[in-house]
C-alpha cells in the first residue's frame, strides 16, 4: 500500500498526519481493510542525507554517519519493546537503495487509537489529583528506563503518549536519539529535567506546574540511592531552569559520569546559550 502511494501516488487508506519538510520526514497512517475488519498502522518516512546513507546501511551510530537514521532508530524501537512496556512495536521496516546504499527508510508500527501526547492530558487534567496519577506513570516509565540503562535523548511531553484506558502504562515514541552508556544518576536526571522543564513552559521563567520540591522528591524517589546522587540532583536543578536544545549537546552531557561532571562550567554554558538563543541579557547563573 506504501508503494503504491509513494511511486504511483494512490493514497486510498493513506492519511498523511505529519511533515517535517527540512529533514524529509512524514508520518502517515495506514488503514487496511479484509474482511475480517481495518486495521490501523503507523508509517514513518525518512530520506537520509548523503552522510548518513552509510550508516543506516552499516547500522553505525556516531558523528561521522550520523545517529539518528531509521535503522538506529529501527534498533531502538525493538529494544525499547522487548526491554519495557512503554514501547511501540515495530511490524516491518523497508528501506529504497540507490548505488548500493539506502536513501529511504521506512518505519512500520502500531497504530495508538485515541492514545494523546502528556502535554494534551496534563492540560485538560486540571485538578491535581489527576496530575498527581499522571506524573506517578511518568516515575513508573523513568523507573523501567532506569533498571534497562535506556537513554531517551528526546524525551519530552510531545513524544510521550498517554492512553485513554487509566490502567495502561505510558509510551515512548520518536526513539531515534537513545543511548545505553549513560550513567543511571545522570540519565534521570536528564530525563525528569528536560521533560519537566518543557512541561513548565520552557520558559526563561517558568511559572512551575510542577514544582522545584516535586521535581526533587521524584527525583530521590528514582536514583536516591545511586552514586553521585548529590551531583545529579544539582543537573537537574539546573535543566529545570535551562533549554538543552542545539547547539547544547544532551548526548554529550549523559557521557560524563557524575564524578567528573562540573556544574559550575556547565550552569555558564547553558546561561550563555539561553541568552542567546532568547536574546536577553537577564540571566544570571
Not at 552531557?253 to 567528573?260: E, F, N, Q, S, T
Request: include cysteine.
Amino acid at each position: 500500500m506504501l508503494d503504491r502511494f509513494l511511486w504511483k501516488k494512490e493514497a486510498d487508506g493513506i492519511t498523511l498526519l505529519s511533515e517535517k519538510a527540512l529533514k524529509a520526514r512524514r508520518a502517515y497512517r495506514l488503514a487496511l481493510s479484509d474482511c475480517s475488519g481495518t486495521s490501523l498502522y503507523f508509517a514513518k518516512q525518512m530520506a537520509l542525507v548523503s552522510r548518513k546513507r552509510l550508516g543506516g546501511l552499516l547500522g553505525g551510530s556516531n558523528l561521522l554517519v550520523g545517529f539518528n537514521h531509521g535503522t538506529a532508530e529501527l534498533a531502538h524501537n525493538l529494544a525499547l519493546h522487548e526491554r519495557t512496556i512503554h514501547g511501540v512495536q515495530t511490524f516491518a521496516f523497508g528501506e529504497y537503495f540507490r548505488y548500493g546504499l539506502p536513501v529511504q527508510q521506512i518505519l512500520l508500527q502500531e497504530y495508538l487509537t485515541d492514545w494523546q501526547p502528556f502535554d494534551a492530558v496534563w492540560r485538560e487534567s486540571g485538578d491535581a489529583a489527576s496530575r498527581e496519577v499522571l506524573l506517578r506513570k511518568l516515575a513508573d516509565m523513568l523507573e523501567a528506563f532506569r533498571d534497562a540503562r535506556i537513554q531517551h535523548l528526546d524525551l519530552h511531553p510531545c513524544n510521550v503518549l498517554v492512553s485513554p484506558v487509566p490502567e495502561a502504562p505510558l509510551r515512548a515514541i520518536d526513539c531515534g536519539k537513545m543511548s545505553a552508556q549513560a550513567d543511571p544518576a545522570i540519565s534521570a536526571a536528564l530525563h525528569l529535567g528536560v521533560f519537566l522543564y518543557e512541561l513548565n513552559g520552557k520558559c526563561i521563567e517558568p511559572q512551575f506546574e510542577v514544582s522545584t520540591q516535586n521535581a526533587q522528591r521524584l527525583f530521590r524517589d528514582l536514583v536516591g540511592n545511586e552514586p553521585g546522587f548529590a551531583t545529579a540532583e544539582g543537573l537537574l536543578l539546573l535543566l529545570l531552569r535551562y533549554s538543552t536544545k542545539r547547539p547544547f549537546s544532551r548526548r554529550q552531557l549523559v557521557r560524563h559520569r557524575h564524578d567528573a561532571l562540573n556544574l559550575v562550567a556547565l550552569e555558564k554554558r547553558l546561561c550563555k546559550l539561553t541568552k542567546g538563543r532568547y536574546g536577553v541579557a537577564s540571566i544570571d547563573p
